[in-house]
């Protein structure tokens, strides 16, 4: 999609600022809203939905931020809730697991999306709340949730029922693994360095050795595009969907203003009160073995709800060892013998991970 940034104005830029208005992020009577421009204080507010949502606060309203604005703008009780497909997707589907989190009724991850086992937690909680269970989300189940919501503490299950469902253990053979490298040239560079080097090849190339590092390991790998290739997040989230992956592990590369900011960090899915214990264990192998490894920087893991981890059902993280926009760790990236030891690195994370082991942070 376009991407909106200060300096945009159209239609668009009001649509965005409107939905920032009911989100409560943009003051009614900013003089941008009469102009239609993006300058300073819409900037700002976006800014702060974006840190608000676990996004990336750049500023910039593009595929991931937009998706978001749109669900920001659904209230729990606006409309019916009910499985189909596609999912039902929206802020008032992540206030109603919450709620059924809180209450008890694991409805899994914490994301917006109304999935199996949301259907399954509203169909407990109707019977249990002497409804109808018919798994759709009325007035009736609404009401009865916000009257028990009151009287409840705000606590999750989700995190505790994964945790005694088991993470996984076993090692590595034949575990379903996705590899995905991060945009796609042409048309989508990703970041660019000094020099010109893009993130996108940078990370096809982290995925190729990867890769052939965890298949002599046993596992079963799959790539979510090809070298050269550009596929939307959606398709990517598909195609891990369809393949029954365990986990998908996707490469970029972090970027700054400041050419002094360098060093490696992982994202893993957060929200509200959720932790994937997945993704946290997973991420924290990831970031501790790039750092003794590889030598990097700390830049620690980090929990987030970017789309391509909130839409996924797998765990799925994020990995940035390097900031492109740092000449020496641009310089580092243009070298084989470096992205072999970063895809080492990886590779010995997530072996860890399928081996059960606990990682840095874990109780």
């Not at 900013?30 to 819409?42: N, P």
């Not at 997707?89 to 992540?94: F, M, T």
């Amino acid at each position: 999609m376009k991407l909106y940034k200060q300096g945009s104005t159209g239609r668009e830029v009001r649509d965005i600022q409107a939905r920032l208005v009911a989100a409560g992020f943009l003051a009614p009577g900013s003089a941008e809203l009469d102009r239609g421009e993006f300058s300073a204080e819409t900037d700002k507010a976006v800014r702060a939905f974006q840190q608000a949502r676990g996004l990336r606060a750049d500023g910039i309203v593009g595929p991931d931020t937009w998706p978001a604005l749109v669900e920001a703008s659904r209230v729990l009780g606006s409309r019916f809730l009910y499985l189909r497909e596609p999912p039902l997707r929206g802020d008032d589907v992540a206030d109603l697991k919450r709620r059924l989190n809180a209450l008890g009724f694991y409805s899994g991850k914490e994301s917006g999306i109304f999935d199996q086992p949301t259907a399954v937690a509203v169909e407990q909680f109707q019977r249990n709340s002497g409804l109808v269970p018919d798994g759709i989300v009325g007035t009736s189940t609404v009401e009865a949730l916000l009257r028990l919501s009151r009287v409840t503490k705000n606590m999750s299950v989700a995190s505790v029922r994964e945790f005694e469902r088991g993470l996984p253990s076993g090692g590595i053979f034949e575990r379903r693994i996705m590899l995905d490298a991060g945009h796609g040239y042409p048309p989508d560079p990703g970041e660019t360095g000094p020099t010109g080097l893009r993130e996108s090849e940078v990370s096809e190339s982290i995925i190729e050795e990867l890769g052939e590092m965890l298949v002599d390991a046993g596992a079963v790998v799959f790539y979510s595009r090809r070298r050269g290739e550009y596929l939307p997040l959606d398709a990517r989230e598909a195609a891990a969907h369809q393949q029954s992956v365990e986990l998908m592990l996707s490469i970029h590369l972090n970027s700054s203003d400041s050419p002094q900011a360098c060093g490696a960090s992982c994202y893993f899915f957060s929200s509200g009160n959720y932790r994937s214990p997945y993704g946290h264990r997973l991420a924290n192998h990831v970031q501790d073995a790039l750092v003794d490894e590889c030598g990097l920087v700390d830049c620690r893991a980090h929990g987030r709800a970017y789309r391509l981890l909130r839409e996924t059902r797998m765990p799925v993280v994020i990995v940035e060892p390097a900031f492109i926009t740092n000449p020496r760790e641009e310089s580092l990236l243009g070298e084989q013998a470096f992205l072999n030891s970063i895809a080492g690195a990886i590779a010995t994370a997530t072996g860890r991970y399928f081996n059960g082991e606990k990682a840095t942070g874990e109780d």
